[in-house]
Every structure is written in C-alpha cells, then in structure tokens.
C-alpha cells in the first residue's frame, strides 16, 4: 500500500492505560493545556500576589521584610523556595500572557489553520519559557 492509501487506525474505545499514553498532543494542545494551568496558578496564588505588592509598596520596613523573604526565607519556608514559587507564578503570568494574545490575534484575523496554529504555539512556548529564564536569572543574582 502507499502512503496515501493506508487506512488510518480508528479508536472506538480507549483504553486509558494504553492509548493515551502513546497519543502525541500537538503543540498547540499543550499551549492550551498550559494556558488553562497558568490561570489557575495565578488565581491560586492570588493570596500571596497580593501580600507581595502590599508588603513592597507599604513602607520602607515592610520592604525590608519583603526583601528579606527573598533572602533568607519567610517564616518556615526557606528563600530559595519563595523563589521558586515566586518563578512560578512568573512563568505563569508570562505564558497566560502571550497565549492570550495568541488566541486575540487568532480571533480577530481569522488566522485559524493548523500551520499557523502550530508555529504560533511553538512562538508562545519558546517567549515564555525564554523570558522566563531571563528573569530567573535576575531573581536568582545572576546579574
């Protein structure tokens, strides 16, 4: 047979142990996927956003303490963590972000086709895991 006339395999029922295991999400699945996380991250973490903006535009004393946390930690959780959470909700605001103009631009130039949905996705992942690191590196003293 060719390439052309090869029957593609049809799944009926799905056996979750088996089959979804093996499927491939395609980038623009996993921009998705991703865009949905982030914004449950940020809503989670909308406690501790709005400590983190309080504390730092309070006073010169509440600045110190939101200066220290980054240092030497926060109560019981170290700093290196309060980093790390604060990293996260960074990536998070970034990809939400980007994915979101993604799907503005999408809706409002008709560009729906799977070519542009992929290069567009794989932009959205590449931005946001790149700015990401750039200031990963700033939060963690690099530069």
């Known amino acids: 047979m060719t ?8 799944f009926r029922n799905i056996n979750a142990f088996k089959d979804l295991t093996t499927y491939r999400l395609p980038p623009a699945g996993w921009v998705s996927i991703l865009h949905r996380v982030s914004g449950g991250l940020m809503f989670i973490l909308l406690p501790l956003i709005v400590w983190l903006f309080d ?13 220290a946390a980054f240092a030497v930690g926060l ?16 990536w998070a605001y970034l990809h ?8 503005l631009y999408m809706d409002a130039c008709h560009a729906v086709s799977k070519e542009f949905g992929k290069t567009s996705a794989l932009v959205t992942l590449g931005l946001s895991i790149g700015l990401t690191f750039v200031l990963a590196l700033k939060l963690f003293g690099f530069y």
Do not use: N, Q, Y
Not at 55 to 67: D, L, P
């Open 75 to 90: 109560g019981w959780v170290p700093g290196w963590l309060f980093k790390l959470v604060v990293l996260a909700l960074i």
């Open 55 to 67: 504390t730092s535009v309070s006073s010169e004393i509440s600045f110190e303490r939101f200066s």
């Open 3 to 10: 390439e052309l006339t090869k029957k593609r395999p049809e």
């Open 96 to 103: 939400h972000l980007i994915a979101g103009l993604r799907h």
